[in-house]
């Protein structure tokens, strides 16, 4: 079977894994570590770097490193969030040509969906080593809670890093099926998701293979980001009045806030107290300053408390549109790095009444609940075997209507796949054209809404008004993602329409994307071989250059020896030259060389010991 893999595309990191032997089995990078922090840079040295080498320079290269960046996806660069997300970032946000957002790394303004499609090029790339072979066919989640936007930029990542995405789950969706895989359980369970930037709650039905989600609800701006910049404030807010500066306005200090404040809500979820130190953290004319502090769990929970009260608010909504109480339920399962927070822990206890349960892995059951659904698909298309995953919308579908209301057409908690017809008529004589906002959210007011897209039904028949009617069909499909389609009721035929996103990128943007996206793959494999053979390369060189020295004092008066060792210093020459040309093929035909010298140094150093 080809192989197939699932993608957790986190906020902080991401996770990739597949089915080995039917087990769900997480792939180590080829970096050794299990989590790829979804951080991307444009390095000092003129490299994009993604990941773990990402994040280790991020301080000191703070305005060309972009982390968190799942949080501006598919959002609108007019929305609070994003204005929100832009006032804190270290990296330049700035505004696409379609209302969407934009970052500037390596002298490229790049979109969202590109900056996500490094993410999945790497782990591709981390895939394919472990594998031995091209991978292309995934599953990737997104968090339940996203709308159609984030869901089409996210699956536009996947085309740019040349994955070919057969699915897109739910992240609450893909942990219930971690949990309940291999194990016969009929169990109502609700999961709790809380991640780096988004918090997810979901209720399921779990029986006989079969995955219901009955309800979900969520938040796609609050996860553990939101709790280390209240920390950042107890560190920042003190210190920036007793000195009279704004900290956080230097990219630098403010990242070295954020990993400070990272470190300790970590080491609270553990200790009662926890010491942050930050030597030299700005200068003044007076002399470097150091900012030393000692921060306690409780003055921390007392600082999230709101942030805590909305999870738990949001996990109630949920029972409510499920109709049930926490009576009701099995299990609560927790996922995400963030539900190590005692705090949070807590929460779960008070709203669900119970011990929640440790089942799976919190960092990794996403990932491995994608890898299953992978997996069965890959089976379904061979054998008609796999889990039946039933999921439902998150949001309402509608248009608007007269007034500037909302008319739902698909309500929130519908299992998709599904559709929904809507007639539309005419309401002036002659009326060429007709425009529909379609609308995603709750909210009875249009603009409280998410505009989706306008559709515009044109060359409509010349009538009286009220005469034309059109059927309008609006469909979601299994990955969540809105399709519209249109019928002039009177002729039959299919009406023209045009969908016009709001946001999000075309088609030959998509294109341009990838084309360069498949530069960069080659690139990195390039850079990948150059490293591997310099290593090698590199060992020789350093082994050669202890020989000589040795093998030159005791050759001297001999024609053939004396040649042989001035034949070893040029070929270390080459060598250094190679690298810093960063020739593969000169490195390579280097290497080869150095091999065959050291054989003859080693023989001749072998003879003068003898002799
Ligand atoms: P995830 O997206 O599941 O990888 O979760 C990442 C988030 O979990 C980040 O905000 C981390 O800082 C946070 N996190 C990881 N471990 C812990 C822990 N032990 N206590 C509190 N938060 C944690």
């Known amino acids: 079977m080809e192989p197939i893999i699932g993608i957790d595309l986190g906020t902080t990191n991401s996770v990739v894994a597949t089915v080995v032997d039917g087990v769900p089995t997480v792939i180590a990078g080829r970096s050794g570590y299990e989590l790829l922090p979804s951080v991307v840079a444009y390095a000092r040295t003129g490299r994009y770097l993604v990941g773990e080498l990402a994040k280790r320079q991020a301080v000191t290269n703070a305005e060309q490193t972009v982390t968190a960046s799942k949080r501006l996806i598919g959002r609108k660069w007019s929305s609070a969030q994003v204005q929100q997300a832009r006032a804190k970032a270290t990296y330049r946000i700035v505004e696409g040509p379609h209302d969407d957002v934009r970052v500037e790394l390596g002298g490229r303004t790049m979109a969202l969906p590109e900056i996500a499609a490094m993410i999945l090029t790497e782990l591709k790339l981390d895939a394919e080593a472990w594998f031995g072979q091209p991978v292309v066919k995934s599953v990737i989640t997104v968090p339940a809670h996203f709308n159609d936007a984030q869901r089409t930029a996210t699956l536009d990542a996947g085309k740019i890093s040349g994955l070919d995405v057969l699915r897109i789950i739910n992240e609450p969706t893909a942990a219930a099926l971690a949990y309940g895989f291999g194990r016969k359980v009929d169990k ?17 039905n779990i029986g006989s293979g079969v995955f219901d ?35 956080r306005a230097d990219p630098m200090a403010r990242q070295r806030l954020k990993d400070a404040a990272e470190k300790a809500k970590i080491a609270l979820s553990d200790a009662q107290e926890s010491e942050v130190n930050l030597p030299f953290i700005a200068t003044t004319p007076g ?48 996922v995400g790095g963030m539900t190590r927070m005692p705090a949070i822990q807590a929460a779960c206890r008070r709203v669900f009444d119970r011990e929640p349960s440790k089942g799976v892995h919190p960092q990794e059951a996403v990932a491995l609940g994608a890898a299953i659904q992978a997996h069965a698909l890959a089976k379904e298309a061979d054998s008609g075997a796999g889990v039946l995953l039933l999921d439902v919308t998150p949001h309402s579908l509608g248009v608007c209507i007269a007034g500037g209301l909302v008319q739902v057409l698909i309500p929130k908690n519908t299992t998709v796949p ?22 995603q959210g709750e909210s009875p007011q249009a603009q409280g809404n998410e505009l989706l897209g306008e559709l515009i039904l044109d060359n ?13 069909l609006f469909e979601i499909s299994s990955d969540g993602i809105v399709g519209v389609s249109a019928k002039d009721l009177k002729t039959g035929q299919r009406q023209s329409i045009q969908v016009t996103a709001t946001s999000g990128l075309t088609d030959e943007e998509v294109r341009q994307m990838m084309e360069q996206n498949a530069d960069y793959l080659l ?10 053979v310099q290593q090698d390369a590199g060992k020789l060189a350093n082994e050669l250059e202890q020989l000589l020295p040795k093998v030159k004092s005791a050759v001297e008066g001999s024609q053939s020896g004396e040649e042989a060792v001035s034949r070893a210093a040029k070929l270390l020459e080459r060598t250094r030259a190679a690298e810093a040309a960063r020739d593969t093929a000169m490195m390579l035909a280097a290497k080869e060389s150095l091999d065959q010298t050291l054989q003859l140094l080693r023989g001749i150093a072998q003879k003068l010991g003898r002799r």
């Not at 996860?223 to 210190?239: K, N, Q, S, V, Y």
């Not at 300053?289 to 909305?310: G, I, M, N, P, S």
């Open 287 to 334: 002399g470097p300053l150091h900012l030393q502090r000692v921060l306690r769990r409780a003055e921390f929970e007392e600082k999230t408390r709101d942030l805590v009260d909305r999870c738990a608010r949001l996990c109630q909504d949920v029972m409510r549109d499920a109709f049930r109480s926490a009576r009701d339920l099995d299990e609560v399962v927790l």
């Open 418 to 439: 599904t559709s929904a017809s809507h007639l539309f008529t005419t309401i002036k004589d002659n009326q060429k054209a007709a425009k529909i906002m379609v609308m």
């Open 213 to 247: 989600v009955v309800a979900t609800g969520g938040d796609t701006f609050l996860g553990g980001d939101d709790f280390d910049e209240r920390l950042i404030d107890l560190l920042a807010d003190p210190f920036e009045r007793a000195e009279g500066l704004v900290l």
């Open 188 to 204: 109502k369970v609700v999961v709790f998701d809380l991640g780096g930037g988004t918090f997810d709650v979901s209720l399921l």
């Open 523 to 532: 690139a990195r494999k390039t850079e990948e071989q150059f490293a591997s």
């Open 460 to 472: 409509l028949p010349k009538a009286l008004r009220g005469e034309v009617e059109i059927d309008v």
